[in-house]
């Protein structure tokens, strides 16, 4: 069965630093791997999506990358900013049971980055 | 761009009174979803509908029924409210395949 981990679960960083967050999943077989982001409160918004056969993707000072082989993801966060706290959430699709959408999440890192 | 809208945002119920949750989106997606995020348990998987007029179980559907109205809703009903339902209950919706998922705000649902 898929499982997701993320490392750090929390993670508190003063404004203006490089940051990685980490995503490791157990089964390699993957279709896509989603980044998401949650306000506290709100609901998720989708950040990037990389497809299995991409290395990463960018948006704007997000950066992810895509290890199948070694079941892991990380998202860099450039310069970050207050505005960029939050709980990020990354999930894959459950392949086994043939569903592409039907995503596993990892717990996600909640992230706090002050001034 | 509405994206995907959940109503009601806020519910309290007591046991054993039943309730729908709605949702709908306007992006012409194909698959529908409906997942729970419980503290420590993260997001899980309820109910999900591949396309208009199929739907399937996923992770944890005890205690719930979903209706695929058509292509655009998706709604879930709990039947008889127990205090274990006490959840934040999020819809989706994605594409068929392999496309990115978007989510509702949420629907924040307490059973006393």
């Known amino acids: 069965k898929q499982e997701v981990t993320q490392i750090p679960a929390a993670l508190s960083v003063p404004e203006g630093e490089n940051l990685v967050l980490n995503c490791s999943f157990t089964?390699?077989?993957?279709?896509?791997l989603q980044w998401f982001r949650q306000d506290p409160g709100k609901g998720l918004t989708s950040l990037l999506l990389?497809?299995?056969?991409?290395r990463e993707q960018t948006s704007g000072r997000l950066n992810a990358s895509l290890d199948k082989s070694s079941g892991r993801s990380t998202l860099y966060i450039a310069a970050s900013q207050p505005g960029d706290s939050a709980t990020y959430l990354c999930a894959v699709p459950d392949a086994v049971s043939g569903g592409y959408n039907k995503l596993i999440f990892g717990a996600g890192t909640r992230l706090a980055v002050h001034p | 761009n509405a994206g995907v809208t959940q109503t009601p945002k806020f519910q309290v119920l007591k046991t054993g009174q039943s309730m729908t949750l709605q949702c709908a989106q306007d992006m012409n997606h194909n698959s529908m979803y409906w997942y729970r995020q419980d503290p420590g348990m993260g997001l899980r998987l309820i109910y999900y509908?591949?396309?208009?007029?199929?739907?399937d179980k996923g992770e944890v559907p005890n205690g719930y029924n979903v209706s695929r109205l058509n292509k655009r809703e998706f709604s879930l009903r709990l039947e008889s409210a127990a205090p274990s339902q006490t959840s934040v209950y999020f819809c989706a919706s994605s594409k068929t395949g392999k496309s990115e998922a978007f989510f509702g705000q949420g629907t924040r649902l307490t059973v006393v």
């Open positions: 089964d390699s077989a993957i279709y896509n």
């Open positions: 990389i497809q299995s056969s991409q």
């Open positions: 509908s591949a396309s208009e007029g199929t739907t």
